[in-house]
């Protein structure tokens, strides 16, 4: 191993771990949380809850920069509350209030932050990513060293505009970083009766991209890889592609009745879960002990009461403002 | 200060000019580089700005529209040139899902300014996938404003406001507009809500825009030599409409026709002809009455292309239809 390969690992030092936990159960508790608020009708139209991939995000974030940009899809939660999105602005979103990072227009699936280069929240499947690649060009073209990261499901890589943005990115060679959360479904389609080709980050390959699959349940492993990934294209080696095999542990969104997967199979994937296995991890090493975790849990609890409590106190939209927003003030 | 210039040349000066007085403005497109533009529009264009900024693209309408539109949040201006407005269709998820909906999902945090140019209409004997008019499913769209310039004059001016505006713009280039020479004065400037009347009149208004002007205009002259004088009207915004000026020469005129080449069902003139029926129908002295295309795939036979197009025979009789004569 190089010197170089060895700064890019990441340095579990005590307070990175400390990181990286509340990082994840930041997303866990606040999801528990909107599932709740769901069936209280709080939170309405589709959910679509990211219990159990909560180390990719987690992962991949650590290795960003402010002025990098980060697309997402409707699972996207925990993306925005990673990048340091304000939990009270996602919660209120979610309500659909005024006090919603869009002003409650967009809902779950739409989380925007133009203060954190975070551009959604894109429910069309594998739209995102044209529109990763548009915001690489621009800053290549700008000379700019900034990174555009692009999360998706597997599910994108069945339609065109993933195979498009792929071939695009190699052939301008820009600076941006995918990263396919590979859960094993789109909605109740298992990869295997979607795909002829399961091994995504195959796919990725033949347009001359750099790629690599890793275990999406470890949030070490995660962070690792997506450091290496970063900094090759930081460094103008073109685009990365990251295939995080991961597993959600909730249904797809909330009115999914889960017929297609047993709940054997998901309770083994509970049992190697990201939260879990760090925090046997961190424990049994000694980098953490049990009241660090009850402190954390204790910050968050209070985090998500705020919240929550932001967005039932924020006001609705006024009607009169239906049309604004639009196009620009005229 | 004026110059005799073809539609072509007016959109390429424009190009040209932008790009060189804003560093953010490119073009990108397949085929707008080393080919030289499907319409010959960037022709040479290359050479002098470089590969960078007069990027082709592989044929990926749905890749390449995206990263326009990527590439204008991130700061950048660019031109999207799409070949037909049938190709456009692959591209449809972007202009629609992203470019007219992030400034609005994201509670105006975000605007996208790209400007995507594409070619539309018949008239080249280029049969069903290539020929035909789809200007009013995108004037259908909240978030875009939409152009289709007709003269030379605001082939060339339009752009410079189209680049300048902070949303997304989609302008219309009738390919049978391209080889048209008229006088250019670059620098009349022209804004983008105004419709403009190419002709005045007291008898009928006939209302356009894009390819159909000048068959409009045709059908005028001959109207005059029957003594009826048609005020036309060329929309040149379709997106958001003008309907002050609509309503102001109906009211004068008390009678109409709407020329446009979409198909009839649903068109833009199905549109123009509701607001004059909101908004003037009290000044009517007889029913809208409207010129559109045949509904069919345009076919390939000349004879048959033109029979399903609006023709300056087919105005008049709509004009003299409404006049009772
Ligand atoms: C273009 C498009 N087609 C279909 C859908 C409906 N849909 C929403 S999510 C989804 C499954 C996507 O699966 P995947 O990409 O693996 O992501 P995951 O939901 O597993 O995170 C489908 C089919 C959509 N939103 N967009």
Known sequence: ?330 | MSEQVTYRDAVGAAIRDAMTADDRVFIMGEDVGRYGGTYAVTKGMIEDFGEDRVRDTPLSESGFTGAGIGAALGGMKPIVEIMTVNFSLLALDQILNTAATFRHMSGGQLNIPVVIRISTGAGRQLAAQHSHSLENWYAHIPGLKVLAPATVQDAYAMLRPALEDPDPVVIFEHVMLYGRTEALDKEATVDLSSAAVRRNGSDISLITYGGSLYKTLEAAEKLAEDGISAEVIDLRVLRPLDDATILKSVGKTRRAVIVDEGWKTGSLAAEVSARIMEGGFWSLDAPVGRVCSAEVPIPYPKHLEDAALPQVDRIIAAAKLALGR
């Not at chain 1, 002003?103 to 069309?124: D, Q």
């Not at chain 1, 080709?197 to 890889?225: L, R, W």
């Open chain 1, 1 to 330: 191993m190089s010197a170089k390969d060895k700064d890019l690992r990441p340095h579990l030092t005590r307070d990175h771990c400390l990181d990286l936990m509340r990082n994840m159960l930041r997303i866990r508790r606040f999801e528990e949380k909107a599932a709740e608020l769901y069936t209280q009708e709080k939170i309405r139209g589709f959910l679509h809850l990211y219990i159990g991939e909560e180390a990719v995000a987690t992962g991949v974030m650590q290795t960003l920069t402010p002025e990098d940009a980060i697309v997402a899809t409707y699972r996207e939660h925990g993306h925005a509350l990673v990048r340091g999105v304000p939990m009270t602005g996602v919660m209120a979103e979610m309500y659909g209030k005024s006090g919603g990072v869009s002003k409650g227009r967009g809902g779950s699936m739409h989380i925007f932050s133009a203060e954190h280069r975070f551009y959604g929240g894109n429910a069309i499947v594998g739209g995102g990513l044209p529109l990763a690649v548009g915001l690489a060009l621009a800053d290549k073209m700008q000379n700019r060293p900034n990174v555009t990261v692009c999360f998706f499901g597997e599910g994108a890589a069945a339609e065109g505009e993933f195979h498009e943005s792929l071939n695009l990115a190699a052939l301008w060679q820009l600076p941006v970083l995918f990263v396919c959360e590979n859960n094993l479904y789109a909605m109740g389609t298992a990869l295997a009766r979607s795909e002829s080709e399961t091994d995504i980050h195959a796919k990725a390959a033949s347009y001359k991209i750099t790629s690599e699959a890793v275990d999406g349940m470890n949030v070490v492993d995660v962070e690792a890889a997506a450091r290496r990934a970063v900094a090759a294209v930081r460094d103008g080696k073109g685009p990365y592609f990251l295939e995080c095999r991961t597993y959600r542990f909730r249904a797809h969104s909330m009115f999914d009745p889960q017929l297609y997967r047993s709940k054997d199979e998901v309770t083994e994937w509970e049992e190697k879960g990201p939260i879990r296995r760090f925090s046997d991890w961190v424990t049994k090493s000694g980098l953490l002990h049990a009241d660090d975790i009850e402190a954390i849990e204790a910050d968050i609890a209070k985090e998500v009461e705020d919240a929550v409590a932001f967005a039932e106190a924020s006001p609705w939209e006024e009607v009169e403002t239906l049309l604004e927003d639009v196009g620009a003030a005229s």
